[in-house]
């Protein structure tokens, strides 16, 4: 979103994402203009040391962090560790912008000498406001210290919202008015993998997404509850130490959708956990009340496929290779899943 917006004002910035942005036909671009946009993220803790002028940091919760477990490759020790990172590398930044709907951020950063903050709280210096969701988009009012103006998305969901507000206020401290940054905002459309439409298939839209923290999942589940359809849901829980530690909380978000595929874990190269199984956040879920079944991707392609209605909203949800349901139901050859016995739906 601050590609974009930077983008938009003629800034000429050199970009480089972790998900590929169509406005630059790709996930880096190199720009002649004073700026480069980096996604950082935490799960290489030598993101501590980076400078930069304008740091955002948009929450901060348990994960990439071991815990008892040996595997450190990509994560930090301890919740601590994580936080004495997070605060290594807002301090160093000049600018430090960060959502005021995180407390824990407040505690952590409140004494950088230059930090602004957004969000839905009264006291942030960047404020939504009048905040209105529904299953295409989001719009709302959006207040700085000396100027307002009204944000219209193309992409659902209140952390999109809040998203928003963050690269406003970031562009902002480097010179773009408001009114600039929501033009340039009404034109976004989302990355790769976040929200990702592959089509539709009877009516039903077909939709993958990289969420796969439970704050994640609850919330993109959330924008698809908005949209008033049926919600379908394969989930593809991701790391073996990430669902060791976080596998109820995960059971408990995946239950906002109305029926839930879980397939196995994606190890990402992680050796398996003794006791640890997706059969663990299936058995939580029947417990709960939720309809929710044990399968696999060219199962859960081929159940969908049998099944598909034209209310319903398919969205597959994991950081590994659970978008290929997607991309099978659609017919996409890239999804290297068969669905037996039948035409390719269209």
């Known amino acids: 979103m601050l590609a974009t917006i930077l983008l938009h004002a003629d800034q000429d910035p050199s970009v480089q ?10 996930v880096m671009r190199h720009g002649d203009g004073p700026h480069l946009v980096a996604e950082v993220d935490e799960s290489d803790p030598g993101f501590a040391n980076l400078a930069c002028l304008v740091a955002i940091v948009t929450n901060l919760e348990d994960d990439h962090i071991a815990g008892e ?33 995180w407390p824990a951020l407040d505690a952590l950063l409140s004494d950088h000498p230059q930090r602004v903050t957004y969000g839905e709280a009264e006291h942030a210096t960047y404020r939504i406001e009048q905040l209105r969701l529904d299953g295409e988009g989001t719009t709302f009012r959006f207040t700085g210290p000396d100027a307002s103006t009204e944000v219209t998305l193309q992409v659902p969901g209140r952390f999109n919202a809040l998203n928003a507000a963050g690269a406003m206020a970031a562009a902002h401290t480097v010179g773009i008015d408001l009114a600039k940054g929501a033009e340039a905002l009404a034109t976004y459309r989302g990355v790769g993998r976040r929200w990702d439409r592959w089509g539709e298939v009877r009516g039903a839209p077909i939709i993958d997404d990289y969420a796969h923290h439970p704050t994640e999942v609850a919330a993109t589940l959330g924008a698809a509850r908005e949209t008033g359809r049926r919600v379908r849901t394969v989930l593809q829980p991701h790391r073996w130490v990430r669902t060791a530690r976080h ?5 408990d978000a995946a ?31 029947l417990a709960s009340g ?27 949800l994991g950081a590994g290779d659970v978008w290929r349901v997607a991309a099978a ?14 035409e390719t739906p269209q």
């Open 247 to 251: 596998w109820p909380a995960l059971a």
């Open 329 to 342: 139901l659609v017919g996409a050859p890239e999804a290297h899943l068969d669905l037996v016995d039948r």
């Open 69 to 101: 477990h040996d595997e450190r490759r990509t994560y930090h020790a301890s919740l601590a560790d994580l936080e004495a990172a997070t605060g290594s590398f807002a301090h160093i930044a000049e600018i430090l912008v960060s959502c005021a709907d």
């Open 290 to 316: 939720a309809n929710a079944r044990l399968t696999d991707l060219p199962h859960a392609a081929q159940y969908l496929a049998d099944t598909l209605e034209p209310n319903d909203l398919i969205l597959t």
């Open 17 to 26: 994402l972790g998900a590929s942005l169509p406005a630059i036909g790709g």
């Open 255 to 285: 239950a906002l959708a109305d029926e839930v595929l879980v397939v196995d874990v994606y190890g990402a190269g992680e050796t398996p956990i003794p006791g640890i199984s997706s059969q663990l956040i299936v058995e939580r879920l």
